[in-house]
Nanobody, 122 residues
């Protein structure tokens, strides 16, 4: 059973950058598609970005296209989310998730991390 641990969250000013990391346990990390979701205060959790098991495909929600980049390093069992040009509306708890197929849905992921808080001040 895989365990996912997020890190890299924090407080940043609008326009700034953060890089989130998701460290996965287990030797089968490379078999899973990885995704980032976020939940803002008072809102439902939403998909942010996803990457295929070998990194050849990525997908982003419209609001982060051109600003966020997802990547992975299978040798390090780690996925990343580089977030640039951050906006106050990006403030949320960011969750890492893994799935055995290249599908990213709130109720369809196999494993979830516990989240890391990103706060963007105006």
């Amino acid at each position: 059973q895989a365990q996912l641990v997020e890190s890299g969250g924090g407080l940043v000013q609008a326009g700034g950058s953060l890089r989130l990391s998701c460290a996965a346990s287990g030797r089968t990390f490379w078999l899973y598609a990885m995704g980032w979701f976020r939940q803002a205060p008072g809102k439902e959790r939403e998909f942010v970005a996803g990457i295929s098991f070998n990194g050849d495909r990525t997908r982003y929600t419209d609001s982060v296209k051109g600003r966020f980049t997802m990547s992975r390093d299978n040798a390090k069992n780690t996925a990343y989310l580089q977030m640039n040009s951050l906006k106050p509306e990006d403030t949320a708890v960011y969750y890492c998730a893994a799935n055995s197929v290249y599908v990213f849905s709130e109720d369809g992921m196999d494993y979830w991390g516990k989240g890391t808080l990103v706060t963007v001040s105006s």
